[in-house]
């Protein structure tokens, strides 16, 4: 594995994937051999929006290879609420620290880290894009409690639109050979379009469905989400979606015997409390898994050798992307980047697209 920062999961090969699976699985037989890793190593943990898992796994991860954790997990505490940027924030502790682990709501926040930070930055969920760490949880797990990778027909049900799990796991998944994916969510929650285009590039079978009930019967994996109230422009469009999709013990009886039941957690009102105890249902668990992932990921990335040194980012286009949830529209010094594609420039930061 040869990365600085991991931004989005996409930037690990399937190869370099198999390589943290099995490190997460010897971590896991013999987590002993591991508590002496990070001997000397502090992780920076810079949370400008709520978390439980995600902090705490990355925390314990760094903790129990030996590692020491600075950081904030309340913004307000920090300098950021006197007005410091992204930028400074970033420039001064990646000099205090050896990886940072970052989140905040902005789409593209993570990259825009990466573009200044000294030591290796790990996107821990950015607005609603992407999720890569939350991904590779769910790939450990599947990898551990289904066996395989490919060959999985995954439904992915809830906020299909906001959920940046769901965005990073459909992305990851679509490169193996026969993976199906069902989207079951209402028309104003489906996939956003870089999503279905990614999908349409991979050949990978795919349909949108709004009932839970037509699609669960052909399911081996079901990944269920929240409606992610944070993300919604007003109250009002928040109530008219939550609620709809409520996995329950009558829904499973059209289930597989040897469906798994995936949430990257938190649940609200999505999995009724009995569904907990039924065999299928892998959510605990999961998280748990998440650990171990993350404790792999640290070792990899620190062994990485590319170690290079931020240098100057010029604009690419003489253009800015039009996507308010984009970084870019609050941290004005960024530099404008976008890909070419067709007749559109995708922004590198959000994946937006813009015509031109
Ligand atoms: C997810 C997130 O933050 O995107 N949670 C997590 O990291 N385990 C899912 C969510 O908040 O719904």
Redesign the pocket.
């Known amino acids: 594995m040869n990365i600085k920062s991991l931004i989005d999961l996409n930037q690990l090969s399937q190869e370099d994937m198999k390589e943290i699976i099995e490190l997460a699985g010897k971590i896991m037989k013999n987590p002993h051999n591991y508590t002496d890793y990070c001997h000397g190593k502090i992780m920076a943990t810079l949370f400008y929006e709520p978390?439980t898992?995600?902090q705490m796994s990355f925390q314990t991860a760094m903790l129990r290879l030996g590692g020491k954790i600075i950081g904030f997990d309340n913004p307000q505490n920090s300098s950021v609420s006197k007005g410091e940027n992204l930028k400074d924030t970033i420039r001064v502790i990646s000099g205090y620290s050896d990886i940072i682990v970052m989140r905040n709501s902005f789409e593209g926040s993570a990259y825009a880290a990466s573009l200044y930070s000294r030591c290796p930055v790990i996107n821990a969920?950015d607005g609603g894009h992407l999720?890569p760490t939350?991904t590779l949880t769910d790939l450990v797990t599947l990898s551990f409690e289904k066996g395989r990778l490919s060959s999985l027909t995954v439904g992915l049900c809830g906020d299909i639109k906001n959920?940046?799990?769901v965005h990073s796991l459909i992305k990851y998944l679509s490169q193996f050979k026969d993976n199906k994916f069902v989207l079951i969510s209402t028309p104003e929650l489906q996939a956003p379009q870089y999503i279905k285009d990614i999908l349409n590039a991979s050949g990978c079978e795919y349909k949108l469905v709004d009932t839970l009930d037509e699609a669960i019967g052909e399911l081996d994996v079901l990944y269920m989400?929240?409606i992610?109230r944070e993300r919604f422009a007003n109250a009002e469009d928040y109530e008219k979606q939550k609620g709809i999709y409520v996995l329950d013990r009558e829904k499973l009886r059209k289930a597989k015997a040897d469906m798994k039941i995936l949430h990257?957690?938190?649940r609200v009102d999505e999995i009724t409390i009995d569904v907990d105890d039924d065999s299928r249902a892998k959510y605990f668990e999961q998280a748990e898994y998440g650990m171990y992932a993350r404790m792999a990921l640290i070792i990899k990335m620190l062994e990485s050798p590319d170690r290079s040194v931020p240098s100057k980012v010029e604009s690419t286009h003489k253009a800015h992307c039009n996507n308010p949830k984009c970084i870019t529209s609050t941290e004005k010094y960024l530099p404008d980047l976008f890909k070419e594609s067709g007749d559109m420039l995708v922004c590198k930061y959000c994946d937006d697209r813009l015509l031109v």
């Open positions: 978390s898992r995600t969920g999720h939350q959920g940046r799990t989400t929240r992610q990257p957690l938190p």
